[in-house]
């Protein structure tokens, strides 16, 4: 789980977990504008960060990762409405995904990959959380960053393409009942899409390992609550991408 880092100074890795702190709060605070804008139709840069609710600018005092929203008690400054604790959560997820990347991978090719999967990982669930939809346009930037991270670290397209195929057939077999037709065009099952697009990321290899862990987590989720499907599904995707080496999910 230290593979980034063996041989490398104390110092040298205290100053990369402090740099990738830095710049996953930073992610995470512009992913929670993607958890508005996106299910709202709006354009990320249309204009600067804006409450909600009131649609006030927000000043720099505002936007601080994760402090702002715990001293403002995850309200408004200007017009006291509630805005979602998933912010918050977003901000700190995708900080912790930043140090586990880099403490696994340094700062190399796999980490940006990783670390670009994750975050839209994060962002899918928390619209899943707050809009009670699954964004195929952020399923879509998922597919793109699995198709070259496993390029990347198989040398090969057919993990991916395998991967991204059991996952497709699996879930559609399982929900054959909500296939749907429209003319000529067949719609697919939630289930089936976000098999395919775990296998994809997982390769052929690791799929059967993240099919377990998806129902593990699953189940788990149901105990613990209404957590939205999305939470477990990213969970079992960046286990197996972030600590690729680990038998456990090879096999070995």
Not at 51 to 73: E, N
Not at 213 to 222: M, N
Request: contains cysteine; aromatic residues 14%.
């Amino acid at each position: 789980m230290l593979d980034g880092v063996q041989g490398i100074s104390f110092s040298y890795v205290l100053c990369g977990i402090i740099w990738a702190v830095a710049l996953g709060l930073a992610v995470g605070n512009y992913a929670c504008s993607l958890v508005h804008r996106l299910p709202r139709g709006k354009l990320l840069l249309d204009k600067p960060p804006y409450c909600g609710s009131c649609g006030t600018l927000l000043k720099t005092k505002d936007l601080f990762p994760v402090i702002s929203a715990v001293l403002l008690r995850h309200r408004c400054r200007y017009c006291n409405a509630p805005f979602p604790t998933s912010h918050t959560w977003t901000e700190i997820l995708v900080a912790l995904l930043f140090v586990l990347a880099f403490l696994q991978h340094g700062f190399s090719e796999p980490f940006y990959l990783i670390v670009f999967i994750g975050v839209f990982l994060i962002t899918l669930a928390a619209i899943h959380a707050n809009e009670g939809i699954i964004m195929g346009k952020v399923l879509l930037c998922v597919v793109v960053a699995g198709m070259l991270y496993r390029t990347l670290q198989d040398g090969s397209i057919y993990g991916f393409f395998a991967g991204g195929l059991f996952g497709l057939i699996l879930g559609t077999v399982i929900k054959y009942k909500d296939v749907r037709r429209v003319g000529h065009i067949y719609s697919l099952p939630q289930l089936a899409q976000l098999l395919a697009v775990g296998g994809i990321c997982v390769g052929a290899h690791a799929f059967p390992a993240f099919l377990v862990l998806f129902g593990v987590f699953y189940i788990a989720g149901k105990l613990a609550g209404k957590i939205p499907l999305t939470v477990p599904f990213g969970f079992a995707i960046m286990l197996p991408v972030l600590y690729p080496a680990l038998g456990l999910f090879y096999g070995h």
